[in-house]
């Protein structure tokens, strides 16, 4: 960015210098902050209960749907993708191609929010709930005859609803946020090349809920 | 005065035309809303109070029946004899309202807002809307705090720190709606805080006047930033562990629950790390508005300011490898504890630094006892009381008898009452006339201050006697201990003591509130301060200044010897001093 682009997105008024980066910029990064502690809560607790689990925690696969959910992170990997490209259109001045991949970007976190829905709809239908397992579901069968290690069930089903729920609801607010932004200020085409700070500063919010989709996937569903 | 830049914005007010819902209610101009948090959380802090009278009236006179008390309902209070039931509603809901609904918005919420765009030479905050649904956030989870002590099953009885696994299960606390609205007002609380913090620092990076360089910001903003800091990274952990309570409550998760695999421990760890970050965010700023009065009251720039900025950043660092300190007696590792008793013990270093400053900086000044200088001299010497029997508890093997006695029930309120309230009581009566354009009766105000003084000390001292005696916080009624027996005159002094401290405290609401309305007109600047928000008209206008005003100086240049007065406020150019570079470095 050139100093005269930056000049734009700062306040009319002389003040001391700061940081260089405009206000909205630094309030989204000071935000990811206490964004990062709120996660940092939860996955910290998920670290602590998993190793002091009463009986072994249920391996990989055996509850969840990791193809169905590696797909659904491609789809937010790509999303963050064609976040940059937007940002990159803007940055040039480009105002259809900030269209295209504003919309792009909004249709895949969407498709996220949905694909994670199914799965929560299937995990309940098969009997996985925050309090564990269901009684007389398929996976109360398998707990009864020992294919699925049940003590600590409970506690899998706790951690994964609380932080992959926390997750999806970032994602869904950034979603409303950007379907927001793209009615009013992409589609009637408010930003410009001297003034696209909306788009950074919500690119920002969303390659964070990115990144900690990356760690939940991981922990989560892989190990 | 010779040339003061920086007009008030006088020019502001003459189309300021916004309707009165707009100007009072639903406004985003920083200093209403330090306003609105004043009034809600001085309500707030009344609503404590009456809860704490209620529990020293149990524990000096156990199971008589309460003056008033028959106004209570059967469940809380049958005939006025408080209820075991209600009486740990009431030592919860002291401790909370106290803690997260009195003291916490008065400092940060009343303090940051107000003082931080005044006092750096800004138009607002950074994030005005933000702003306003900080405060709207915080009323919110206030009432519906409040209303939780209304449900039929009654408010939360876990005491403040909600130690889980009574907490987590309703069969086990009795009180399932109770608790759950307690989670839901803290998690409020927590976004308010946060919505609040992440202004105040965006406000303070980069919204300082020209001139007002990092090291040319009052103390008072230091702190207030330190503690937005910590606020910042605090509260969302709270926010988690909040979210994870309500549902072990709702949900049937097992988080907390050690019957079903989870840790109860866990609990106590992401309570303290957000509570210990937490005791700093409640005194960080009260340390800082009392710099800014001692330095006033004592018409001397203050002593050390370099090392109080860098006591004010290392007690917030330190503030975060010490939450262990809380929990000696959970069973945790001795070498774990010892190191959580070292990286206690440290933080005394720059607590003790910032005392001989404030010392320092009386030593030899032209004393002015005005009523903010008397608290703020108030806050020193209380605040040492209770930083050094926080030296007695953060000894592990001291620790061990005194943990959950009245020791450190008498510790929390030296700090808490004898350190922010005081402070909060001086900084209340010092931008007074800032906020409202009167001053506050002088006379009542030192006749408050010495009462409260004395009423306080018979009131908390005795506690540590108590406590060393192994009276236990929280119990409902000490006369069922034979080795409390002996203690019960004392109890029974400290409560008279109690209903006097509080009784007095309608001297300061009725100096407040008459003063609205009949206090002596203020002038501009009536203390002679130096700061920024003293150059302009009271109440001070919307948009504040005009034009941005120019610093030259760091905020305690008093008694220069280049001015005949003995105050040069910062915006005052004396001859020879440069331009600050950044005036011009963008249009206006």
Not at chain 2, 168 to 180: K, M, N, T, V
Not at chain 2, 277 to 298: H, K, Q, R, T, W
Not at chain 2, 388 to 415: E, K, N, R
Not at chain 2, 425 to 445: N, S, V
Request: hydrophobic share 50%.
């Amino acid at each position: 960015m050139t100093t005269a682009d930056a000049r734009a997105m700062q306040p009319p008024f002389p003040a001391e210098r700061g940081v260089d980066a405009y206000n909205t910029k630094l309030g989204m990064w000071v935000f990811l902050a206490s964004e990062v502690m709120f996660f940092t809560a939860l996955i910290g607790a998920y670290i602590i209960l998993r190793f002091g689990a009463p009986g072994e925690w249920a391996r990989p696969g055996t509850v969840l749907n990791v193809p169905v959910t590696a797909f659904n992170t491609f789809l937010l990997i790509c999303s963050s993708v064609s976040m940059v490209k937007a940002y990159a259109s803007i940055a040039d001045g480009n105002q259809k191609l900030l269209k295209f991949w504003f919309l792009v970007t909004i249709i895949c976190g969407a498709s996220f929010v949905g694909v994670q829905a199914y799965e929560y709809l299937h995990l309940i239908h098969r009997g996985f709930v925050p309090s564990g397992v269901r009684d007389g579901s398929e996976l109360a069968e398998l707990v009864a005859n020992g294919t699925l290690p049940g003590a600590s069930l409970g506690l899998y089903g706790s951690t994964f609803y609380t932080m992959t729920g926390f997750h999806g609801f970032h994602v869904t607010c950034g979603v409303i946020s950007m379907i927001y932004l793209y009615l009013t200020k992409v589609l009637p085409g408010k930003y410009t090349q001297q003034n696209y700070g909306g788009v950074e500063v919500i690119g920002l919010y969303w390659h964070f809920v990115d990144l900690v989709w990356i760690i939940l996937f991981t922990i989560v569903y892989l190990i | 005065m010779t040339t003061v830049a920086g007009t008030p914005g006088v020019g502001h007010t003459h189309h300021d035309d916004r309707p009165f819902i707009r100007k009072y209610i639903f406004s985003t101009d920083h200093k209403i809303i330090g306003i609105q948090f004043l009034f809600v959380s001085l309500f707030f802090l009344l609503v404590g109070g009456l809860l704490a009278m209620q529990i020293r009236w149990q524990l000096g006179f156990p199971n008589q029946p309460m003056p008033g008390g028959k106004l209570l309902p059967e469940t809380m209070a049958p005939d006025g004899v408080i209820l075991p039931e209600y009486y740990i509603q009431l030592v919860t809901m002291h401790g909370t309202f106290m803690v997260f609904f009195a003291i916490m918005p008065l400092l940060v919420g009343v303090y940051a807002n107000f003082l931080i765009p005044l006092k750096l030479g800004a138009h607002d905050m950074a994030f005005p809307r933000i702003n306003m649904a900080s405060f709207w956030a915080a009323l919110l989870a206030g009432l519906v705090m409040l209303s939780s002590l209304f449900v039929p099953e009654g408010a939360a009885r876990a005491g403040w720190t909600m130690y889980a696994p009574l907490s987590a299960r309703p069969d086990l606390s009795g009180a399932g709606l109770g608790q759950q609205l307690w989670c839901v007002a803290i998690i409020l609380l927590g976004l308010s805080s946060i919505l609040g913090s992440l202004n105040y620092i965006t406000t303070v990076i980069n919204m300082r006047a020209p001139g007002m360089t990092w090291f040319r910001m009052p103390l008072s903003i230091w702190a207030l930033f330190i503690t937005a800091i910590l606020g910042l990274l605090a509260l969302p952990v709270l926010s988690g562990a909040a979210i994870m309570l309500l549902f072990d409550q709702t949900i049937g998760t097992h988080f907390f629950d050690p019957a079903a695999g989870g840790q109860a421990l866990l609990w106590q760890h992401l309570f303290w790390f957000f509570g210990h970050p937490e005791v700093y965010i409640l005194i960080l700023p009260a340390m800082g508005m009392v710099s800014d009065m001692i330095a006033n009251g004592s018409r001397k720039p203050i002593f050390g300011y370099h090392s109080m900025v860098f006591a004010i950043i290392g007690i917030a660092f330190l503030g975060w490898i010490v939450w262990g300190h809380h929990m000696f007696v959970s069973g945790m590792n001795p070498t774990l504890g010892s190191t959580f008793m070292v990286t206690t013990m440290i933080i005394a270093v720059p607590s003790a630094i910032k005392t001989f400053n404030w010392l320092g900086t009386m030593w030899r000044g032209n004393l002015r006892f005005h009523v903010p200088m008397m608290h703020a001299v108030g806050f020193v010497a209380m605040f040492v009381i209770g930083g050094l029997s926080g030296i007695f508890m953060a000894a592990t093997p001291v620790d061990m008898h005194i943990h959950d006695t009245y020791f450190i029930v008498a510790h929390i309120h030296y700090v808490l009452f004898g350190g922010s309230l005081f402070a909060l009581f001086g900084a209340i009566t010092f931008w007074y006339p800032k906020m409202f354009g009167r001053l506050m009766h002088e006379g009542w105000g030192k006749v408050h201050f010495w009462l409260t003084m004395l009423f306080y000390n018979l009131t908390f001292f005795p506690m540590h006697i108590l406590g060393m005696a192994g009276h236990m916080r929280r119990i409902y009624d000490p006369t069922m201990y034979d080795f409390l027996k002996p203690y019960q005159p004392l109890n029974h002094f400290i409560s008279i003591s109690a209903f006097l401290l509080f009784a007095v405290q309608a001297i300061f609401a009725l100096n407040f509130i008459i003063s609205l309305f009949r206090g002596a007109k203020a002038s501009m600047n009536p203390w002679q301060d130096n700061g920024l928000e003293w150059t302009l008209p009271n109440p001070a206008p919307h948009g504040n200044w005009a034009e941005v005003p120019r610093v030259y100086r760091g905020p305690y240049e008093y008694s220069h010897p280049d001015t005949t007065e003995d105050f040069l406020p910062q915006s005052q150019k004396l001859p020879g001093d440069p331009e600050p570079a950044a005036a011009s470095a963008a249009g206006h």
